[in-house]
Every structure is written in structure tokens, then in C-alpha cells.
């Protein structure tokens, strides 16, 4: 079977966005309601008030952020999402042509450029509809994404190569069922077990489909992280973290199992009714490669009163007792930045999976307030913050392919500065400035030096 990834002999480069964070357009073309756009109307869920009916209005500009993409370079990867009420509004049921029809044209637009594109299946844009119908709580959901996964395929298999099924299914599960920082916004704890098993579930039933309809690079895209205990005492709890956060994920992909230290931590996974025979067996093999989205490392300690909780620590039901330490330097998100945790999860991942890897996300929110002139004389963002952490990044990554892991392309977040979820518009990715009146694109620094690297590097 002929392979669409990159072969390995260089580190490939590209960019990726996520639909529900760029297209905008949220009532257009039949497209239905998805629980990001319940969720972003609730007062208080996003820092800014704001949602994502607008955003960078992609659904029309397409082909202007096209343009971006291929400005990086020749044969960029691009890494997108569809988004599921756009093609089944209902989540189950009538199909939107209309909204096949937008993602026939960004495609075709794509390939025309000389982009290679990548899609995401799901990037937590859930239809409404079946969140009404207690969404990945829900083994139902885990069918009806398949349906929709061949529905897709159908269309665009012909010209996308390279699949990935689901985007952080552990924020999907954790942040969403358990946290409630992020969409539906359910604080159910133990839940977001519940939901994460649906969602491995709902891979393997995908990938069994779309391997069948003959397609051969099948991944899924996990946020990885290394957990590094401050103190001997957090060694425990490092543990306890790595199970819900990595292993619940690569456990299934490589031996078709949760193993005994997760079960500890979330005994519902050995609920025969939830976790039935066959669905592991299913997920075992399911993936042709593995996507890891990295940002910062994490280091608990034993909770100290002096330690303030990270907001996330109730996205881990079942773990000890802990606070973090977020070391300086820190991006504008207060996420820790050290590239070589992005090198450690690399490897790590390789030898637990033993499967090709691609970063398919890294990047860093800088505050962006430093304008000079550009290269066509327009005011433009000097980010060399981000320029740096990018440099750093990719030098991590490719420490991580010496060193012998399998990783065959590094997707900078994000193209387009977007709406950045429950932070609403206030954190920029970006390495394209959105002006935030006419949404007019302008390219950063960044963007200037990306294109610089990939052509004195070939990638």
C-alpha cells in the first residue's frame, strides 16, 4: 500500500487551524449548532464574552489563508479540521450538501496551490444535537461518528490522503465532562472517563471504516505531555497523571488495553457495561501514525497551600492530591516554556506506540503589541518571542529524530490568530495577524521566518 506521509529522509513543515476556530459562518449553509457555540453563548464561559459565529471568517477567505499557506513554502502541509454540524447538522441523519460542497472547494484550492492538505475529522465542535442526547456520555455518539467519518470520506477521499480521526480527545473528555472549562461544560468528574473510552471507541469504529474504504494513513492526534514531579513525594502522582492524560490513549493503540495503574485511578474502565469485549481489540492497531500536540511540560508536587491548584487539576478525577509548579519563562497563557519536554514526549511516544509521529501542534501565545515596518511597508507584529520558541521547537524536534524517534512532520499553531476557546480572542497564536475590525491578514514575523527556514532547509 503506497504511504501519503512524509517518508522520514527530512523534517516536513507546516501549519494547522481548527475549524470552530477560524471558519466563522456558524449559521450559514445549513450548518447546525455545535456545543461550542451553546457553550461560548453562556455568560462567563469565554474571558472575552465572544464566540466563534465570526472568528477569522474562513468560510469566505479561504483562499486568501491559502494563499498564506503556500507562501510558506513549496509542498507546505496543512492541517485543518471539518466541522461535523456543517455535514450532519444533527449530528445524525440528512446530510448538508452544502457544507461538503465548502470543503470540496477549500480542498481543491489546496492542491491547487501545491498544499498538501491534512484533515481532522473532529476538533470538539460536537453537533448539538447529540450532546442533547448526553453527547460522549453517550456510546451511540461513538456510531454516529463513524457514520459521519464515511459520509466524509466519501467525498473528499478521493484528494485527502492523510486522515487524523480525533483532535486532544482527552480535552474533548476531561476538560468537557469533568472541568467544565471547556464545551458542553459539564463538572460531572468521573464522566470525563466515560466519555474518553466513547472516544476511543468512536476512532476505532471510524478507522475500521476507513481503512476498509482503502484508506492508509489513518491517525489520531493526542495532546501528550511529560509530567516531571518537583519533589520525590509527587513521583506517585506523576504516575497517576500519566495515566489519564497519555497512557488512557496509547495504552488502547498499542496493546488494546487500560492498564492496571489507569484502572486504579479510574476504576469505571473496568465497568464490563461501559468498556464491553471487542472495543479495545478494535482500537489496538487502529492508527497509522500518531499526532502529539505539545505546549508545556507539567510538574506536580504534593498540594501545598503555598502552590496555587492549576485550573485544569479537576480535568484529572481519581489522581492524588496535587498542585503544579509553572516554572518562568511562560508564554502569555502562563503555560511553561522548555522545548525539551517536547523532545522527552517524542521519544517517549515512540517507544510506547513504535508508530510515525507528527507534531501537529506547537506554538506559543505571545502578547503581540511590538509593531514594525514589514516587508511591504505595512505595520506588522514583531514577535520574536515566538520566533525563538518556534526555533527551539523544531531544534527539540529534530534532537527527538536523532535520538530515534520516528517523526516525520512538525505543524507550527497556528496560521491565523483565531478564537482561542474559553480564552475567547484575548491569547494569540498566530503567525498571521487578524485585524480585529476588518480581519484583514497580516503576516508576522514568524510567518516571514518560517519561510526563511523551510528554504534554506528544504522542508
Given at each position: 500500500?503506497?504511504?501519503?506521509l512524509?517518508?522520514?529522509?527530512?523534517l516536513?513543515l507546516?501549519?494547522?487551524t481548527?475549524?470552530y476556530?477560524?471558519?466563522?459562518?456558524s449559521?450559514?449553509?445549513?450548518?447546525?449548532p455545535?456545543?461550542?457555540d451553546?457553550f461560548?453563548a453562556r455568560?462567563g464561559a469565554?474571558?472575552d464574552g465572544?464566540?466563534?459565529?465570526?472568528a477569522c471568517?474562513?468560510y469566505?477567505r479561504?483562499?486568501?489563508d491559502?494563499?498564506?499557506?503556500?507562501g510558506l513554502g513549496a509542498?507546505?502541509?496543512?492541517?485543518f479540521?471539518i466541522a461535523?454540524?456543517?455535514?450532519?447538522p444533527a449530528g445524525?441523519?440528512a446530510?448538508?450538501?452544502?457544507?461538503l460542497d465548502?470543503?470540496?472547494?477549500?480542498?481543491d484550492?489546496a492542491?491547487?496551490?501545491?498544499?498538501?492538505?491534512t484533515a481532522?475529522l473532529?476538533h470538539?465542535?460536537?453537533?448539538?444535537?447529540?450532546?442533547?442526547?448526553d453527547?460522549?456520555?453517550?456510546r451511540d455518539?461513538?456510531?454516529?461518528?463513524?457514520d459521519?467519518a464515511?459520509?466524509?470520506h466519501?467525498r473528499?477521499?478521493d484528494?485527502?490522503?492523510?486522515?487524523a480521526?480525533?483532535?486532544?480527545?482527552?480535552?474533548a473528555?476531561?476538560?468537557g465532562?469533568s472541568?467544565?472549562?471547556?464545551?458542553?461544560?459539564r463538572r460531572e468528574?468521573?464522566?470525563?472517563?466515560?466519555?474518553?473510552h466513547?472516544l476511543n471507541l468512536?476512532h476505532?469504529?471510524?478507522a475500521?471504516?476507513?481503512?476498509?474504504?482503502?484508506?492508509?494513513d489513518?491517525?489520531?492526534?493526542?495532546n501528550?505531555?511529560?509530567?516531571?514531579?518537583?519533589?520525590?513525594?509527587?513521583?506517585?502522582?506523576?504516575?497517576?497523571l500519566?495515566?489519564?492524560?497519555?497512557r488512557?490513549?496509547t495504552?488502547?493503540?498499542?496493546?488494546?488495553?487500560?492498564?492496571?495503574?489507569?484502572?486504579?485511578?479510574?476504576?469505571v474502565?473496568?465497568?464490563p457495561?461501559?468498556?464491553?469485549?471487542?472495543d479495545?481489540?478494535?482500537?489496538?492497531?487502529?492508527?497509522d501514525?500518531i499526532g502529539?500536540n505539545?505546549?508545556t511540560?507539567?510538574?506536580p508536587?504534593?498540594a501545598?497551600p503555598d502552590?496555587?491548584v492549576?485550573t485544569?487539576?479537576?480535568?484529572?478525577?481519581?489522581?492524588s492530591?496535587?498542585s503544579?509548579v509553572v516554572?518562568?519563562?511562560?508564554?502569555?497563557?502562563g503555560?511553561?516554556?522548555?522545548?525539551s519536554?517536547l523532545?522527552?514526549?517524542?521519544?517517549q511516544?515512540?517507544e510506547r506506540?513504535?508508530?510515525?509521529?507528527?507534531?501537529s501542534?506547537n506554538g506559543?501565545?505571545?502578547?503581540?503589541?511590538t509593531?514594525?515596518?514589514?516587508?511591504?511597508g505595512?505595520p506588522m507584529?514583531?514577535?520574536q518571542?515566538?520566533?525563538?520558541?518556534?526555533?527551539d521547537?523544531?531544534?527539540?524536534?529534530?534532537?527527538a529524530?536523532?535520538?530515534g524517534?520516528?517523526?516525520r512532520?512538525?505543524?507550527?499553531?497556528?496560521?491565523l490568530?483565531?478564537?482561542e476557546w474559553?480564552e475567547?480572542?484575548?491569547?494569540?497564536f498566530?503567525?498571521?495577524?487578524?485585524?480585529?475590525?476588518?480581519l484583514?491578514?497580516?503576516?508576522k514575523?514568524s510567518y516571514?521566518?518560517?519561510?526563511?527556514?523551510?528554504?534554506s532547509?528544504?522542508?
Amino acid at each position: 500500500m503506497t504511504s501519503h506521509l512524509p517518508d522520514g529522509s527530512t523534517l516536513q513543515l507546516g501549519t494547522a487551524t481548527a475549524a470552530y476556530q477560524i471558519e466563522g459562518a456558524s449559521t450559514e449553509d445549513g450548518r447546525g449548532p455545535s456545543v461550542w457555540d451553546t457553550f461560548a453563548a453562556r455568560p462567563g464561559a469565554t474571558r472575552d464574552g465572544r464566540d466563534g459565529s465570526v472568528a477569522c471568517d474562513s468560510y469566505h477567505r479561504y483562499a486568501e489563508d491559502l494563499d498564506l499557506v503556500a507562501g510558506l513554502g513549496a509542498g507546505s502541509w496543512y492541517r485543518f479540521s471539518i466541522a461535523w454540524p456543517r455535514i450532519i447538522p444533527a449530528g445524525t441523519g440528512a446530510v448538508e450538501t452544502r457544507g461538503l460542497d465548502y470543503y470540496d472547494r477549500l480542498v481543491d484550492a489546496a492542491l491547487a496551490r501545491g498544499v498538501r492538505p491534512t484533515a481532522t475529522l473532529y476538533h470538539w465542535d460536537l453537533p448539538q444535537a447529540l450532546e442533547d442526547r448526553d453527547g460522549w456520555l453517550n456510546r451511540d455518539t461513538a456510531e454516529a461518528f463513524a457514520d459521519y467519518a464515511m459520509v466524509v470520506h466519501e467525498r473528499l477521499g478521493d484528494r485527502v490522503k492523510v486522515w487524523a480521526t480525533h483532535n486532544e480527545p482527552w480535552c474533548a473528555a476531561y476538560l468537557g465532562y469533568s472541568a467544565g472549562i471547556h464545551a458542553p461544560g459539564r463538572r460531572e468528574g468521573d464522566a470525563g472517563n466515560r466519555a474518553a473510552h466513547h472516544l476511543n471507541l468512536g476512532h476505532g469504529l471510524a478507522a475500521a471504516r476507513l481503512h476498509e474504504a482503502g484508506v492508509t494513513d489513518l491517525g489520531i492526534v493526542h495532546n501528550l505531555a511529560p509530567f516531571w514531579p518537583e519533589t520525590p513525594e509527587a513521583e506517585q502522582a506523576a504516575a497517576e497523571l500519566d495515566a489519564v492524560r497519555n497512557r488512557i490513549w496509547t495504552g488502547p493503540l498499542a496493546h488494546g488495553a487500560y492498564d492496571d495503574e489507569l484502572l486504579r485511578v479510574a476504576p469505571v474502565l473496568a465497568d464490563p457495561t461501559l468498556v464491553r469485549d471487542g472495543d479495545l481489540a478494535l482500537v489496538k492497531g487502529s492508527a497509522d501514525w500518531i499526532g502529539v500536540n505539545y505546549y508545556t511540560p507539567f510538574r506536580p508536587t504534593p498540594a501545598d497551600p503555598d502552590v496555587p491548584v492549576h485550573t485544569e487539576i479537576e480535568a484529572y478525577p481519581g489522581v492524588s492530591p496535587i498542585s503544579f509548579v509553572v516554572r518562568e519563562p511562560r508564554t502569555d497563557i502562563g503555560w511553561e516554556t522548555d522545548a525539551s519536554g517536547l523532545e522527552a514526549i517524542l521519544v517517549q511516544t515512540h517507544e510506547r506506540t513504535g508508530l510515525p509521529i507528527i507534531v501537529s501542534e506547537n506554538g506559543a501565545a505571545c502578547v503581540d503589541d511590538t509593531f514594525v515596518d514589514g516587508p511591504d511597508g505595512r505595520p506588522m507584529v514583531d514577535d520574536q518571542d515566538r520566533i525563538d520558541y518556534l526555533r527551539d521547537h523544531i531544534a527539540a524536534t529534530e534532537a527527538a529524530r536523532k535520538a530515534g524517534a520516528d517523526v516525520r512532520a512538525y505543524f507550527v499553531w497556528t496560521l491565523l490568530d483565531n478564537f482561542e476557546w474559553a480564552e475567547g480572542y484575548t491569547k494569540t497564536f498566530g503567525i498571521v495577524h487578524i485585524d480585529p475590525e476588518d480581519l484583514t491578514r497580516t503576516p508576522k514575523a514568524s510567518y516571514h521566518w518560517l519561510v526563511e527556514h523551510i528554504g534554506s532547509t528544504g522542508s
